[in-house]
């Protein structure tokens, strides 16, 4: 019997080297591509967030700060529940970037709110915490004077012209002030003064 060799010929190798370079560089473009795509659709990534109260004991949080990819995660649905897992915000379709949620918050001093964000990549979860971190604030009571102003010299027409009603003799019952703290009831104040 006689021995027969058989050789087999790959297909490429019909094809001149340049064809098979250009080949090589296509098939690497559209991975890259395709990965590209791939990565830009991300589900939310959320952070934990520790919000003030406003003077009036509010909220205004920019939904963005749950987010660490807020700018790239596109629009989303969230809900933010209280601490009994209740929602008390609900938003659907949004851009965090742009929207806001705001409530008044004087009830959550101290208590742990869950906020869920989602999008059609995934769910995230963040903790919202509330601090009080304004005083008393006694409203309309910052007056600019010039120092040779008669009041600079004489509290008791400071008094009379600016709690008073500047007829030269204070009243203090004229225009009493209120000392406003949030989310409490405001209450009479005694007078104060900041000489700058």
Known sequence: MKETNVTSIQPSSWIPSGVRLCKQWLLAGLLLFFGTVAGMAQGPNCTDVNASLNADGDVNIILEEFLTNGATVGNVD??????????????????????????????????????????????????????????????????????????????????????????????????DKYAHVPCRDSFPADFVADWI
């Open 78 to 175: 969230y809900t933010v529940y209280n601490h009994y897992d209740a929602p008390i915000v609900v938003g659907s379709d949004v851009d965090p970037t742009t929207e806001t949620l705001s409530f008044n918050a004087c009830s959550a001093v101290g208590r742990t709110y869950k906020v869920k964000i989602s999008n059609d990549d995934g769910t995230c979860w963040s903790n919202l915490t509330f601090k009080q971190s304004n005083g008393p604030i006694i409203r309309d009571t910052t007056f600019y004077v010039y120092c040779l102003d008669p009041v600079v010299g004489d509290i008791g027409l400071y008094l009379d012209r600016f709690y008073g009603d500047n007829d030269g003799e204070y009243e203090p019952y004229v225009d």
